[in-house]
């Protein structure tokens, strides 16, 4: 039973980063990317390469048990196995050479499971091992998580513990948006530009008069609509030499292989209870940006643009309310094209139909909806080598 | 169905794959087939988990005993030899292979049922073509089979964890009975190894607890996933019904069958009912063993919630209102009520389960929240307002609360105070006034208590009949446009109709009256009519445009409403076979008959009067340009006495040379007349003159005569007596002695009319059945006069200027004119010209339209004129209007003039002389008679002097029949007796008392006018509607704009009068 809104961001309209929410978990992916790790691989495990480069799914598709309020976690995790692309990246990464080291090593042990699950002949295996090396690492057991901080969070762990600087680099560029922010003084010309990362684009549901927001596409222009700031929001200007108001405006620069839109589907009431917002929110199989967002939106050329066609891959569910609820996820299979959903230990193949019902509805509160949605390119713009190989 | 059969009754390439899935297996098929439901019964994946290897040498062993059971059971039969043989042969192999390791074989099994479930899933999908024919016999959508599967799917799910529930039940058991066995913490037992290994055991056994727990609950969680999808295609189906629903009340085409809904909402239900029975379960496990961390503990709590919401949504959603209120009507019109006529509604619960000693009682309620409008009426419910839920004997029947025979009263407390005067105080009419009925029901089942509802569509209250027609064009619009079924303040701003959606709902109207829509040329004439050009898809017409008079003086849905009403009264045979085009616009109508041979004709609605149908044909003059005409259109008060093929088939056209011929010669485009309506011709009696046979045949046809220059026909009823095969439309010497003094009329020529009296005295007229005496007068300028002996006599006109003249002895006579400028005339008893009968009975002349004519008779012998609006006529005018003495009774003359300019009239005056005196625009007249006459004529052009006298006959009858002043040279009165010098002594008698009358003094006046107004009395049509599509346009070069007014002759009148 999971959480879900709790720490990633409020419903008022903040353009901050993703990333700066998470600061409770401690994990923080470098904005500007600029710092990298680089550390010397220092143990290959020639086995794993010969693993690597099959495709995943070779069976049915396959359950992890529930340990104690890990559905969020079985949710996520399925996700990642799911996404052949990712796969490629974690079966190529060093082995730790200690026992404890193997033990605490996130990529290590999600990569253990993986392979538990593919060869073992069972319907679902048990994520013990995974979840005992997470809890080492902040993300204890037995606690309520909201799936988009624990996915920044496990991303954040993954990155951070896979050694090899080209793998980091694969799994940055499978998962990052980049985008340009600005800000422009309206009194005078003065310009701030930043170009900042995101591994989710937080979306409000509610526009800014509370009125419900009822496709993606809109979620996604109100997103990127540029916004005043006035009155107390309002920003020091160098050249003006004291605060005035500025527009504050997103531009989308770069969307990477597979793309993560967290629906904020909560709100705070005065109260500071969170309270759920189930209602109607429909998304589409297949997401071309370049229709969604104008071209002062969009701060990249052509041959990028061109690239900006996507694909529904996943949908992780949430029933019930903020505090006590239940994840699931629906997961289109890239090898086989065809849907699944995840129910910890159950999982059966459905059909659009069934990922059509998390649409939502305002009447049915405890009914699945959509919270976090993963959309996979159609075309993959650059092969990398990692994902050239895996295919 | 069990997984086995169905394998078996999968496509053959997918067999295949089942034989290869076997070929290399250590289970062989025959112990699949030989022990099928047992092998699909056991939980085979969780036999094969490590920690519960008793449980795989349990079913281990039980296989092969159960196999042992089978071969003991097999007979000696040939063919079982073999089966024998091999079941033996397998017997010994497995226990071979698997003694040792039965998780083995545990998971052996599971895989194959695996991955047959899977070869079932590939087979099932993309099997369409050769799969095996499921025994569903009507072809049924994708989406009613996408629903059937996902319901078998869910029962099986179902099943599957009602399975792992019983498992994890084991397991409990098995725990508690361990753990109370050997849980006995003591001091110094934690050192004994024995009970350290007991405690591993018990630790282990509490870790596969867990574990089912768990899975169990993802069971669940998987269960109320997919009934959510369930639900929501169900709640798709029902939205389509309802749309179904709605669509067939307004006509439309659909089945509103809620069979297969009920089913697979009952299945839904039951399934998750039973779901709610698992749940309650688990929770009693939870209260028999709980450990820290408890996922029961954690998670039921979750799942009680989803669930109770599910079933609640599912069962609100499965109250529906399946009949809608209607009361009996011959439109089939649901959803208008009439206070005090009794209706009918019936509510269903599509979950057909229910606990028979629990009674569930339904209610209903109008207006329960009624809309805050101004002067909105309230009703209550007469009859009873609750009503058991009754479940029928048999289970197809289902759980339905049908309520018949209610009726609506209205609140003597309305808001607005006294019910009757509330309607026109609110803004909206009583017809846009949208009232509902809300069910509810208390439902209970299995401890589930549900209060659920429903409402019907929004039906009108309507308190008499003449507001149906407008109630169903609310009706229509609301449930054309509106997506809420509450909202009952639609009509305070009604949005206006795309006409594309318009188009089908109109059309659904004819497809439910006559059982054939309108066509695409029928639907974009409507939609010129109303838009006043082309439609694109976006064009919009307005609620008021719709319903709301026009400029003809009747909304355009009145129109077409007269349409539905003549073609399901008198035309739905014609319609249905299209023969009838219907809606033409007269530009098209031209442009498809230019091309066509003379004598082609096409039937289609008149635009101008309320439900009328008229054919217009087309004549080629050598050297012209074609001439188009058509016949004043008939409406269903002359289409019950004669129907229209009959009329088609006996049409006659009077033309110069005196022989009558029928124009209709081609139905457009190119079929024969006879050929077209031969069917539908009514037999016709064959008039053989025998002596046992009273009178000759007669039947009525409709002639015209021809108009130079005129568009228009006129036309006018006749009786023909019939007595070979032809026709005569000449009087006969004999026929009319026989017929008791039966004179027929008969044109002469062209533009001439003239009246033919009869014999002693008999009056002009149509008598269409002996005592009742009817005459309808049709055209401008014609007369008509009717006598009857014992009926009613009635008159009724109905165009401008024309005149009527009814006479009836003992009943009350009455006129009815429903136009501008009709004079009406009632005479009574035969041979005495009356005007106003004064005798006993109060006669009454009514007119009822702005410039009419009203004759109100007093008091005894005094006669009174009287008319309203405009163009008033007052008893004390000009002394235009004399009473006559009569012989016998008090005289009583009334006389009416039209008069549009002034007024015109004279009040009773002297005796023994009456007048009338044509007035402004040139109709008119009066008869006066003594015994047994009846006068009448018409007095188209009364110019100058014009006024026409009645001279009183005293002992002779005397006939007048009569144009005064500047009476058309053509015009000639034929004398059907000797009365004729009499006559033309009359005459001039007559106009002698008109200059003493002085009614110089009125004429210069009128002269000016006259000219002008003449324009439009010559085409009658173009006082009431200058648009009519009958009228000559402008480019008609053929007729003159101004007809003059000598050529221009009044049409003719030929009456017969048929009284004994």
């Known amino acids: ?391 | 169905m069990a997984q086995w059969q169905e394998v078996q009754s999968l496509a053959n390439t997918y067999q295949e794959q089942v034989h290869q899935l076997y070929a290399g297996s250590a289970l062989p098929m025959a112990v699949r087939q030989c022990l099928a439901a047992w092998i699909e019964d056991q939980n085979w994946r969780q036999a094969a988990e490590p920690l519960s290897s008793g449980h795989a040498r349990m079913l281990f062993h039980s296989l092969l005993v159960l196999l042992g059971e089978c071969l003991g059971s097999l007979g000696s039969g040939h063919e079982e030899f073999m089966l024998k043989h091999n079941l033996r042969k397998a017997q010994r192999d497995l226990q071979a292979e698997f003694e040792k390791q039965p998780e083995g074989f545990a998971n052996l099994v599971a895989n194959l049922l695996q991955e047959e479930r899977r070869i079932l899933r590939l087979g099932q999908a993309g099997g369409q073509g050769g799969s095996a024919p499921v025994a569903s016999p009507a072809p049924e959508s994708g989406r009613e089979q996408q629903i059937q599967r996902r319901l078998a799917e869910f029962h099986t799910a179902l099943q599957e964890a009602e399975r792992a529930f019983r498992h994890l039940e084991d397991l409990q058991d098995a725990f508690d009975f361990c753990y109370k066995v050997h849980y006995q913490p003591a001091e110094g037992r934690s050192n004994d190894p024995g009970y350290i290994q007991e405690l591993q055991t018990l630790q282990a056994k509490l870790q596969n607890l867990d574990r089912q727990r768990r899975e169990v609950l993802a069971q669940m969680q998987q269960l109320l996933g997919r009934s959510e999808t369930l639900q929501e295609l169900l709640r798709e189906e029902l939205g389509g019904w309802r749309v179904r629903q709605q669509r067939l009340c307004l006509g439309g085409p659909g089945d509103t069958n809620l069979r297969p809904l009920e089913t697979w909402f009952t299945e839904l239900g039951q399934g998750l009912f039973q779901l709610r029975q698992l749940l309650r379960a688990l929770n009693d496990l939870r209260q028999k063993v709980t450990y820290e961390r408890d996922p029961l503990v954690a998670e039921t709590p979750l799942l009680e919630q989803r669930l109770q919401e599910q079933l609640t949504h599912l069962l609100k959603s499965a109250f529906v209102v399946e009949q809608q209120p209607s009361t009996p009507n011959p439109g089939k019109r649901p959803l208008v009520l009439r206070t005090a006529s009794k209706f009918s509604t019936r509510a269903r619960l599509l979950v057909r389960l229910h606990d028979r000693n629990h009674h569930m009682e339904a209610r209903i309620h109008i207006d329960r929240d009624p809309p805050n409008i101004k002067g909105f009426r309230k009703f209550n419910i007469l009859t009873s307002s609750s009503k058991t839920l009754l479940a029928g004997d048999s289970p197809q029947e289902g759980l339905v609360c049908e309520f018949q025979y209610l009726t609506l009263k209205e609140q003597k407390d309305s808001r607005a105070g006294k019910g009757k005067g509330t309607s026109g105080e609110g803004p909206l009419v009583v017809t846009e006034e949208l009232h509902l009925i809300t069910f509810t029901l208390a439902y209970a089942y299995c401890g589930l208590e549900l209060e659920l509802e429903t409402t019907t569509l929004p039906f009108v209250i309507i308190s008499n009949n003449n507001q149906f027609s407008s109630a169903w064009a609310s009706i229509l619009w609301f449930n054309m446009l509106s997506s809420d079924p509450k909202a009952q303040q639609f009509f305070s701003s009604p949005p206006p109709a795309p006409w594309p959606q318009l188009a089908e709902v109109l059309s659904w109207q004819f497809q439910s009256v006559a059982e054939r829509g309108l066509s695409r040329d029928n639907l974009l004439m409507l939609a010129e009519k109303l838009l006043g050009s082309k439609p694109s898809l976006d064009s919009t017409v307005p609620w008021p445009k719709f319903s709301k008079d026009g400029p003809a003086g009747f909304s355009f849905w009145a129109w077409l409403d007269g349409i539905l009403g003549l073609l399901q009264e008198h035309l739905k045979q014609l319609w249905k076979d299209e023969l009838i085009l219907g809606f033409v616009s007269r530009k098209q109508e031209k442009k498809l008959l230019k091309s066509k041979r003379t004598g082609t004709f096409l039937l289609r609605f008149s635009e101008s009067v309320l439900g009328g149908v008229t054919f217009t044909w087309v004549e080629h003059h050598e050297g012209g340009s074609p001439t188009f005409h058509a016949v004043d259109p008939y409406t269903a008060s002359e289409l019950v006495s004669l129907a229209l093929p009959d009329i088609i088939r006996d049409y006659q056209m009077m033309v110069e040379e005196n022989i009558p011929e029928n124009p209709l010669k081609y139905l457009y485009p190119n079929t024969a007349r006879d050929e077209a309506f031969g069917p539908y011709y009514s037999q016709r009696q064959e008039g053989t003159l025998n002596e046992n046979q009273k009178y000759l045949n007669r039947r009525l046809i409709r002639v015209s005569s021809r108009q130079p220059s005129k568009w228009q026909t006129e036309e006018e009823l006749v009786v023909a007596t019939e007595n070979l095969e032809t026709l005569q439309l000449q009087p006969r010497g004999q026929g009319t002695q026989q017929a008791g003094g039966l004179p027929l009329s008969q044109p002469q020529s062209s533009g001439t009319p003239q009246g033919t009296p009869g014999n002693v005295g008999t009056p002009h007229g149509v008598a269409t059945s002996p005592g009742t005496l009817q005459g309808v007068a049709t055209r401008p300028g014609t007369l008509q006069v009717a006598s009857g002996s014992l009926g009613t006599p009635q008159g009724v006109a109905t165009r401008p200027g024309t005149f009527q003249v009814a006479s009836g002895s003992l009943g009350t006579p009455q006129g009815v004119a429903s136009r501008l400028g009709i004079a009406q005339v009632t005479a009574t008893s035969p041979g005495t010209l009356q005007v106003i009968p004064g005798s006993l009975g109060t006669p009454q002349v009514t007119a009822t339209i702005p410039g009419t004519l009203q004759v109100t008779p007093g008091s005894l012998g005094t006669p009174q004129v009287t008319a309203t609006s405009p163009g008033t006529l007052q008893p004390t005018g000009l002394g235009m209007l004399q009473p006559q003495p009569q012989s016998l009774e008090p005289a009583q003359v009334g006389s009416g003039v039209p008069n549009i300019q002034g007024t015109l009239h004279g009040p009773p005056g002297a005796v023994g002389t009456v007048q009338v005196l044509p007035g402004g625009l040139g109709m008119l007249q009066v008869g006066s008679g003594d015994l047994g006459t009846l006068l009448g004529e018409q007095g188209t052009v009364a110019v100058g002097t014009g006024t026409l006298q009645p001279v009183p006959g005293a002992v002779e009858p005397p006939q007048v029949p009569e144009e005064q002043g500047t009476l058309p040279p053509e015009l000639e009165l034929l004398p059907g007796s000797q009365d004729v010098q009499e006559l033309l002594q009359g005459l001039e008698s007559g106009s002698g008392t008109l200059e003493m009358l002085e009614v110089a003094e009125l004429m210069p006046n009128m002269v000016e006018p006259l000219g002008e107004n003449f324009q439009l009395s010559a085409g009658s049509a173009a006082l009431l509607d200058r648009h009519d599509p009958f009228l000559p346009l402008p480019e008609d070069s053929a007729l003159p704009a101004v007809p003059s007014l000598f050529t221009d002759l009044p049409p003719l009148q030929i009456d017969a009068s048929d009284f004994q």
Not at chain 1, 43 to 64: I, Q, Y
Not at chain 1, 135 to 141: A, G, I, P, T, W
Not at chain 1, 239 to 249: D, E, P, V
Not at chain 1, 280 to 286: H, K, N, R, S, T
């Open chain 1, 1 to 391: 039973i999971f959480l879900m809104g709790q720490v990633s961001g409020r419903q008022e309209r903040s353009k901050k980063p993703e990333v700066a929410l998470s600061e409770t978990m401690e994990a923080e992916i470098e904005v500007q990317n600029n710092k990298k790790e680089i550390e010397e691989v220092k143990a290959k495990n020639p086995k794993l390469t010969s693993v690597f480069g099959v495709a995943d799914l070779k069976n049915e598709a396959v359950g992890l048990y529930n340990l104690g309020q890990t559905c969020c976690l079985n949710s996520l995790l399925q996700v990642f196995f799911m996404n052949i692309r990712f796969t490629g990246i974690l079966r190529r990464i060093t082995v730790p050479s200690s026992a404890a080291q193997k033990r605490s090593n996130v990529p290590y042990q999600m990569l253990l499971l993986l392979e538990k699950m593919q060869c073992g002949k069972c319907k679902a295996v048990c994520p013990r091992d995974l979840a005992y090396c997470l809890s080492e690492h902040r993300v204890k057991l037995f606690v309520q998580y909201d799936a988009a901080q624990l996915f920044l969070t496990l991303w954040n762990l993954l990155k951070k513990q896979i050694r090899k600087p080209e793998l980091v680099e694969e799994l940055s560029d499978l998962y990052t948006i980049c985008i340009q922010e600005h800000l422009a003084c309206q009194k005078c010309s003065f310009e701030i530009k930043s170009n900042s990362t995101m591994l989710t684009l937080p979306l409000p549901v509610l526009d800014a008069n509370s009125h419900r927001l009822s496709t993606l596409e809109d979620c996604l222009q109100y997103f990127f609509l540029p916004e005043e700031l006035t009155g107390q929001n309002m920003c020091f200007c160098q050249q003006c030499g004291k605060k005035t108001t500025f527009l504050q405006s997103m531009r989308l620069v770069h969307l990477p292989q597979t793309l993560t839109l967290h629906l904020k589907r909560f709100c705070f009431e005065r109260s500071s209870r969170t309270h759920k917002l189930g209602h109607f929110l429909q998304f589409p199989q297949e997401l071309n940006f370049r229709e969604v967002l104008t071209e002062d939106q969009c701060q990249a050329d052509d041959s990028e643009k061109a690239t900006w066609q996507y694909e529904l891959f996943a949908v992780v569910a949430h029933s019930g309310s903020t505090g006590f609820g239940h994840y699931c996820a629906y997961i289109r299979s890239l090898t086989e094209c065809k849907w699944y959903c995840f129910n910890d230990s159950e999982v059966c193949q459905v059909s659009w139909d069934d990922v059509k019902c998390t649409y939502g509805r305002s009447s049915l509160n405890w009914r699945e909806t959509a919270y976090l949605l993963f959309y996979m390119k159609k075309h993959p713009q650059q092969p990398c080598p990692g994902v050239s190989e895996c295919l």
